[in-house]
């Protein structure tokens, strides 16, 4: 998978070096490009941003080092993979799409991905209306706050999506029993010692009865499920849930009733 970043703080991406996605880059699974958006301007002092027209507080990203850096990705990354055809531009900010599970599954299929990070108040619109004559633009959003620029939010995502290219994580299983993957959340892990500071190892977990450690993790997850997102819940449905599971629920809401909001 080919990944371009553009931004004017190409070392916020460094991290990408390190731990697992640095491993995929060594063994080439993750062919990662960071561009400076920068050495797209032309005047001395390589000036990025402008007031914005109609006034208003703070500055916008003007469009033409961001329409040259992204006819440079373009014609990179045709130049060096002409299988390639053009990469799904993908635009962090607080006023996209939710980036979930589901959608990092989707892009890990992908061949091809750029990330536009901007700063300020954001990206002449118009930068977007171009680049969708050409590719597939998404904004995206990691949720509800905001941030002072897309490379974290690039970060958290590559991390995201990298991990689940095939080959990247030595252990597939350990892709599959993830919360966000079924619909729940993931139940608590413990390992040795058995007793630690005066806190023991839920005693299930000792038992060796692979049958009664598959429930009570179920039950936690259900548990947990309920306690902190209710939401994930209601989306699961009737469905999603058997006769076990609503009596485990039923028994977690009487032991504690809901807080009324
Ligand atoms: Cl993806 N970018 C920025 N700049 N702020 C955010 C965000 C992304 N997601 C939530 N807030």
């Known amino acids: 998978m080919r990944l371009d970043v553009i931004t004017i703080f190409p070392d916020y991406l460094a991290p990408l070096d390190l731990s697992l996605i640095g491993k995929a880059r060594r063994d080439r699974l993750i ?3 960071v561009h400076d958006l920068r050495d797209f301007t032309h005047d001395r002092h390589r000036t990025v941003d402008d007031t ?3 006034g208003g507080a703070g500055m916008v990203m003007r469009p033409e080092p961001w329409g040259e850096a992204l006819d440079h990705v373009l014609a990179a990354g045709a130049a060096d993979d002409a299988s390639a055809a053009v990469p799904h531009l993908l635009v962090p900010g607080p006023s996209g799409v939710p980036f979930t599970q589901a959608m990092a ?6 061949p091809w991905l750029a990330f536009a990070c901007g700063r ?3 990206i002449d619109e118009r930068v977007y209306d171009e680049a969708r004559r050409h590719l597939p633009v998404t904004s995206v959003s990691l949720g509800d706050y905001v941030l002072n620029g897309g490379e974290v939010a690039v970060l958290a995502m590559v991390e995201a999506i990298a991990r689940l290219v095939p080959g990247v994580v030595g252990n597939a299983e350990s892709l599959v029993e993830e919360s966000h993957e079924d619909g729940l959340l993931e139940y608590p892990v413990y390992t040795k010692p058995a007793e630690w500071r005066g806190h023991p190892v839920p005693e ?3 038992s060796g009865h692979h049958g009664k ?3 009570w993790r179920r039950d936690e997850r259900l548990r947990r499920t309920a306690e902190r997102r209710p939401d994930m819940l209601a989306a699961l449905g009737e469905d999603g849930l ?6 485990v629920l039923r028994r977690f809401r009487a032991e504690r009733p809901a807080v009324a909001d």
């Open 105 to 110: 599954r989707r892009l890990a299929l992908e």
């Open 204 to 206: 299930v977990l000792l």
């Open 52 to 54: 914005p027209y109609g």
């Open 213 to 215: 450690v598959a429930r």
């Open 242 to 247: 058997d006769a076990a599971d609503h009596e």
């Open 120 to 122: 300020y108040e954001g």
């Open 31 to 33: 062919d990662l490009h």
